[in-house]
Structure formats: C-alpha cells, structure tokens
C-alpha cells in the first residue's frame, strides 16, 4: 500500500483546462458542474494521480484507462489486475491510496465537533470514549474517529448509511466487521487522515506530492 498526500496549488488556471481534456468525458462534465474551481481543482487532480499511477504500474497510455462504478458509487479501474484505489479531499489537500486489495481513505479538515451527529453514526463505546474526553481533545477524537469509519465504509463500498454505529474504530480492527485494518496518521495541522485495508501492510509515512511539478510532468507524457 501507498498513501500520497497533494497540496492543492494556489492557481491551477495554466493546467485546468488541459488536465479537463485527459479524463473521461462523463466526469468532465461533471466537474464543469461544480460550482466552485476548487471543488473542479481537488477531483481532477485526484483522477488525474490515479491514472498517472496505473500508467506507471502498468504501462498504459492515458488514453488506454478506463473506469467503471461499482454499485455503490466507488469507482475502479476496468481490467484483470490487482489495482485498487481511493480517493479523499478537503481544504487544501488531496489523499489518494493505491494497495493491491480493497483500501479506502479520508482526509477530513478539523472543525467544532457536532455530538447530534455523534450520537446516530458513533457506536455506545465510541461515544463514551468522546464523553469522557475535554471539550478540546473531543475535536480531534470526533474526527480521528469519523475518518476512520469512513475510511472503512469507502473500503467497502457501502456508503454512508445507518449503519455506522453498529461497528467500532477505536482500536487497529474494525470491531463488527470481518478482518478490516485501520490506520490514523497525523502531523498535517488542522487535518486528520485515515486509512483502512484489508492487511495491516500501511506505510510507516504518506508520501508528500510536489503537485505542480507532478502535474506539469504528466502533461508532458501525454503530449
């Protein structure tokens, strides 16, 4: 497993419209929906990341990828390989998660923690474990603990659902759930980050993406 962490660049208006015209025709137009660049910004950049990793995997021109969508919404690369991904984003920050089983991944910026939303997805021992934590360390346990249930429900592919507080991530397994790993890894300030697998192999660090340089290179393979 991998864990790749790109900084959203201050402009991306020199690539935008270049980077636009290497994905797929559906999620383009998509993105154009968004309303906000930088909501167009933090999916392409991981689209394009992704390919760029199954390029260099596989030995694949651009054009040849091709993705499909799982039932549940969580997309996958159409061929016999063992290649698996995730995608995260929010603020400034892009995470991605390439493994060769299921793997799945959130980054989440840290904001007042909302105990209305604790009480219908966290479990009784989750909720306990906020309840007995100070106002401030109760902000980032809500989200150290929230990242690590949807990291696991993006693994899966299910979804958010009203499921979420019939299994447990305090500990390194999902508790409720068959043999998921889970991961929290810290040190970005303001942000927590998870990462479920199904083998405990996570990476000691995740790997910091200069994204400009990485975004210019891609562009010049596919010219």
């Known amino acids: 497993m991998d864990i790749y962490l790109l900084p959203l660049p201050a402009s991306m208006e020199e690539f935008r419209e270049h980077l636009l015209a290497c994905i797929d025709t559906e999620k383009r137009q998509r993105l154009l929906r968004f309303r906000q660049p930088d909501d167009v910004d933090r999916s392409l950049i991981a689209d394009i990341f992704i390919r760029e990793a199954a390029i260099r995997r596989f030995g694949l021109r651009n054009q040849e990828i091709r993705f499909g969508i799982g039932s549940m919404g969580k997309p996958f690369l159409s061929m016999a390989a063992p290649f698996h991904f995730n995608c995260s984003h929010s603020g400034r920050f892009v995470l991605c998660a ?49 990242t690590r249930k949807e990291s696991y429900i993006k693994t899966i592919g299910a979804g958010l659902s009203d499921s979420l507080h019939t299994f447990s991530v305090l500990d390194e397994m999902v508790t409720g759930a068959n043999s998921w790993f889970i991961r929290s890894y810290e040190g970005i300030e303001d942000y927590q980050i998870a990462v479920c697998g199904k083998r405990n192999s996570f990476p000691d660090n995740i790997q910091r993406i200069d994204t400009l340089t990485f975004l210019r290179t891609f562009l010049d393979t596919c010219k």
């Open 98 to 146: 390439v493994a060769d089983n299921a793997v799945g991944c959130d980054i989440e910026l840290i904001q007042e923690a909302d105990m209305d939303v604790a009480a219908l997805v966290f479990s009784g021992e989750e909720r306990q474990f906020l309840r007995e934590a100070s106002r401030e360390e109760r902000r980032l346990l809500f989200y150290r603990l929230w």
